[in-house]
């Protein structure tokens, strides 16, 4: 871990000594005591767990991790990857980056994560399959899963088919557990998850962009006009978080000009059709051969990040954005919808050149906020909006109808179902993510704003995170 007094060596921190170097950063804005302060940065356990899986006739021996960074509120929470670059380092880094998004996004869980050491697309999903329920086994038999314990979620390389092998070994395990169900979020609509969770860090990824973009000083400091209509953004990345904020981003009038993925990226100025592409690539297994408009195919995937354009989203690994290409990005906003994109060495140039970086333990903690709401959802056993759906709408129409009594005027039927319509779960699920994002955002820039001397938002948002798990221990009676 890099002394607070040293400076450290910026081009080889490990993932996780750059998540310990961003809270060293912050942490003198936060008036919090050394020893408060060493609690909250150290991971508080880690399991390390090596188990058998059959590969047909042979077995080998798969190496796999659950990290809990922080118990200062509990459940823990955090996805699970599947990769082959997962690494201890890798999963500490990633469990305490949700330790710092939870406070931040006002999510009452300590930070966590998990990692399998494996390649989800060159593993067939019977072996996938029993991978993922030994390690669920291998966490209940340590007590390192439960909805109030631990509650993994998807991330790299898993998704809503993982979460449903994990529930069903979880309350398989644990028979007649009334919130079972609340042991694992992400889960498929079906298997008690939520509408909304798929798509919600794109959707998060996009709210966050379109509060930040609305803020006339701040886009005149970076020569962009306010608002996301218009701008033209690069996306790296057409996996789960990639390919929603490039869909979604859209819908707000912004142009998605590039994609970025591992085998090639697709370049067209005039903007790329996202669902389009996502279904070519989901066909060919690539992005290769893509030619729709005037779309060309970029050999050199990296290169595509250098191109011009408003908004860079790194959507895919962390240490993509380092000091060997940083100076040549001429994107004026880049938005840490990955954890861990931006190196600090890279941090360093890309704040000098005046770009404005939007930190991973904000900009996709929209993912966290809506596994949040599924949790609840789980506990309290019943879909969000069921209880005063039509209630709502029984109410508005009465009110419809009195405001036509009284003047005497009728109220156009297409308004008439618009005004009336009760909440549906969708609609509340993204009103809160919506709400999250956006006082999340207001929180930072309030807190950069009242220093006197400049900080830039990744270290506004550490030290407005750092504050709340400070404020925590303080209501535990832990620390004087
Ligand atoms: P995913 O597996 O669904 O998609 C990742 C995509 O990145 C894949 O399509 C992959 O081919 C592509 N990719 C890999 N290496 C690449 C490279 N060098 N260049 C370009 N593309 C490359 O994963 P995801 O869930 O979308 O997660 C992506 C990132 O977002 C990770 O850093 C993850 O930790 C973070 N994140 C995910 C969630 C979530 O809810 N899934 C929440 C918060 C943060």
Same mark, same amino acid.
């Given at each position: 871990m890099p002394d607070k007094k040293e400076s450290p060596d910026l081009k080889n921190l490990s993932f996780s000594d750059s998540v310990s170097y961003y809270f060293d950063k912050a942490s003198p804005f936060t008036g919090a005591p050394q020893g408060l302060l060493d609690q909250i940065k150290t991971c508080n356990s880690i399991y390390k767990m090596n188990f058998p899986v059959k590969y047909g006739n042979?077995?080998?021996?798969?190496?796999?991790?659950?990290?809990? *960074?922080?118990? *200062?509120?509990?459940?823990?929470?955090?996805?699970?990857?599947?990769?082959?670059?997962?690494?201890?380092?890798?999963?500490?880094?990633?469990?305490?980056?949700?330790?710092?998004?939870?406070?931040? %996004?006002? %999510? @009452?869980?300590?930070?966590?994560?998990?990692?399998?050491?494996?390649?989800?697309?060159?593993?067939? @999903?019977?072996?996938?399959?029993?991978?993922?329920?030994?390690?669920?086994?291998?966490?209940?038999?340590?007590?390192?899963?439960? @909805?109030?314990?631990?509650?993994?979620?998807?991330?790299?390389?898993?998704?809503?088919?993982?979460?449903?092998?994990?529930?069903?070994?979880? %309350?398989?395990?644990?028979?007649g557990e009334i919130n079972g169900y609340g042991c694992v979020t992400g889960k498929p609509i079906s298997q008690n998850g939520i509408h909304g969770r798929t798509e919600a860090t794109g959707r998060g990824v996009v709210y966050a962009l379109n509060e930040i973009c609305s803020y006339k000083d701040d886009m005149k400091d970076l020569g962009l006009e306010t608002g996301l209509e218009g701008k033209r953004v690069i996306v790296q990345g057409l996996g789960n978080v990639g390919y929603h904020t490039a869909r979604i981003i859209t819908q707000y009038g912004a142009k998605v000009i590039a994609i970025a993925e591992a085998d090639g990226a697709v370049y067209d100025e005039n903007g790329l059709d996202i669902d389009h592409l996502y279904k070519y690539r989901q066909e060919k297994k690539s992005v290769k051969g893509y030619t729709k408009g005037a779309a060309k195919v970029i050999a050199d995937s990296a290169s595509a990040l250098e191109l011009e354009c408003d908004i860079l989203i790194p959507a895919a690994l962390e240490k993509q954005i380092t000091e060997k290409n940083a100076s040549r990005i001429k994107a004026k906003i880049v938005a840490e919808a990955a954890n861990g994109p931006v190196t600090p060495a890279a941090e360093n140039i890309l704040l000098k050149k005046g770009v404005m970086i939007i930190p991973d333990i904000y900009v996709n903690a929209g993912g966290v906020t809506v596994s949040y709401f599924e949790w609840l959802k789980n506990l309290s056993h019943v879909r969000f909006g069921r209880m005063q759906k039509r209630w709502e709408e029984k109410h508005?129409?009465?009110?419809?109808?009195?405001?036509?009594?009284?003047?005497?005027?009728?109220?156009?039927?297409?308004?008439?179902?618009?005004?009336? *319509?009760?909440?549906?779960?969708?609609?509340? %699920?993204?009103?809160?993510?919506?709400d999250t994002m956006i006082e999340a955002y207001r929180d930072i820039r309030e807190f950069k704003k009242r220093r006197k001397s400049e900080i830039d938002i990744r270290t506004a948002a550490f030290a407005v995170s750092i504050n709340k798990i400070k404020n925590s221990y303080y209501a535990m009676g832990i620390f004087p």
């Open positions: 042979e077995v080998r021996v798969i190496e796999a991790y659950r990290v809990q *960074h922080s118990h *200062h509120r509990m459940p823990t929470k955090g996805g699970i990857r599947y990769s082959l670059q997962v690494d201890q380092d890798e999963v500490m880094a990633l469990a305490a980056l949700m330790t710092y998004k939870c406070a931040l %996004v006002d %999510v @009452p869980f300590g930070g966590a994560k998990g990692g399998i050491k494996i390649s989800p697309r060159q593993t067939s @999903p019977e072996i996938l399959e029993n991978i993922t329920r030994r390690y669920t086994t291998e966490l209940v038999k340590k007590n390192f899963i439960g @909805p109030g314990i631990d509650v993994p979620a998807p991330d790299y390389g898993t998704g809503e088919r993982e979460m449903a092998w994990i529930l069903d070994t979880y %309350v398989t395990l644990n028979p508005q129409t009465d009110f419809i109808k009195l405001i036509e009594e009284l003047t005497g005027k009728t109220v156009p039927k297409a308004r008439i179902e618009s005004l009336i *319509h009760g909440a549906d779960e969708i609609d509340l %699920v993204n009103s809160g993510l919506e």
